[in-house]
C-alpha cells in the first residue's frame, strides 16, 4: 500500500482509537432536569488491529478503508473491545465515515460519524447499543494521544427506565 495511504489511514486509527479511565456503568448516572440519566463514561485504547485495504487505483481513493479494534482500558484494567471500519468518503479534503461498536461489561455502545483524520479531537454521534446502553444517545468525544493510544469520553443520556 502507497505510504501516503497508510500514513493517513494510521492517522485515522490514532483519531479513532482509545478511551481514558473514568466512570464506567458501575457507577449510577445522575437524573438531570430532563428526566434523563445522564452518564459520562471515560476509557483509554490501546490499538490492536489496524489493517487497511485499498481499493481500485493504488494510492488514496473513495472506498479504501481500515479496520481497526483497540483493547479499552479503565484505571489500568481492561474493561473492553471496540471494533469497526473505517471508509474514505472525500479525498480532496481527507474524509472518513467512521462505524464503531466498542464492547462493555454492561452491553455495546455504538457510535458513527464523519472524521477528518488530521484533527487530533473529533465528536461522532453515539447513536444506540444493548444492554444497559439499548436506549443510549449522546455525543463520543475521541482524542489522539499517540503511540497508538487513544481517549474516549461518552457523553450519554439514558432514559429514566434503565
Same mark, same amino acid.
Given at each position: 500500500?502507497?505510504?501516503?495511504?497508510?500514513?493517513?489511514?494510521?492517522?485515522?486509527?490514532?483519531?479513532?482509537? /482509545?478511551?481514558?479511565?473514568? /466512570?464506567?456503568?458501575?457507577?449510577?448516572?445522575?437524573?438531570?432536569?430532563?428526566?434523563?440519566?445522564?452518564?459520562?463514561?471515560?476509557?483509554?485504547?490501546?490499538?490492536?488491529?489496524?489493517?487497511?485495504? *485499498? !481499493?481500485? =487505483?493504488?494510492?488514496?481513493?473513495?472506498?479504501?478503508?481500515?479496520?481497526?479494534?483497540?483493547?479499552?482500558?479503565? *484505571?489500568?484494567?481492561?474493561?473492553?473491545?471496540?471494533?469497526?471500519?473505517?471508509?474514505?468518503?472525500?479525498?480532496?479534503?481527507?474524509?472518513?465515515?467512521?462505524?464503531?461498536?466498542?464492547?462493555?461489561? *454492561?452491553?455495546?455502545?455504538?457510535?458513527?460519524? !464523519?472524521?477528518?483524520?488530521?484533527?487530533?479531537?473529533?465528536?461522532?454521534?453515539?447513536?444506540?447499543?444493548?444492554?444497559?446502553?439499548?436506549?443510549?444517545?449522546?455525543?463520543?468525544?475521541?482524542?489522539? =494521544?499517540? =503511540?497508538?493510544?487513544?481517549?474516549?469520553?461518552?457523553?450519554?443520556?439514558?432514559?429514566?427506565?434503565?
Amino acid at each position: 500500500m502507497p505510504k501516503n495511504l497508510t500514513l493517513c489511514l494510521f492517522t485515522l486509527l490514532l483519531a479513532f482509537g /482509545s478511551l481514558a479511565p473514568g /466512570s464506567t456503568s458501575a457507577e449510577p448516572p445522575a437524573v438531570g432536569r430532563d428526566g434523563k440519566h445522564h452518564r459520562v463514561i471515560q476509557l483509554t485504547g490501546v490499538s490492536v488491529i489496524a489493517e487497511t485495504i *485499498d !481499493l481500485g =487505483e493504488p494510492g488514496l481513493s473513495v472506498g479504501d478503508s481500515i479496520v481497526i479494534s483497540d483493547d479499552l482500558f479503565q *484505571d489500568g484494567e481492561k474493561v473492553g473491545v471496540h471494533g469497526g471500519t473505517c471508509t474514505v468518503v472525500r479525498v480532496e479534503t481527507v474524509l472518513f465515515h467512521c462505524v464503531v461498536t466498542f464492547a462493555l461489561p *454492561d452491553g455495546h455502545i455504538t457510535a458513527q460519524g !464523519l472524521v477528518r483524520p488530521e484533527l487530533a479531537e473529533e465528536q461522532v454521534a453515539v447513536t444506540g447499543g444493548t444492554g444497559t446502553y439499548t436506549i443510549a444517545q449522546g455525543e463520543l468525544t475521541v482524542l489522539e =494521544e499517540g =503511540e497508538g493510544q487513544s481517549r474516549y469520553t461518552f457523553a450519554l443520556l439514558l432514559s429514566t427506565s434503565k
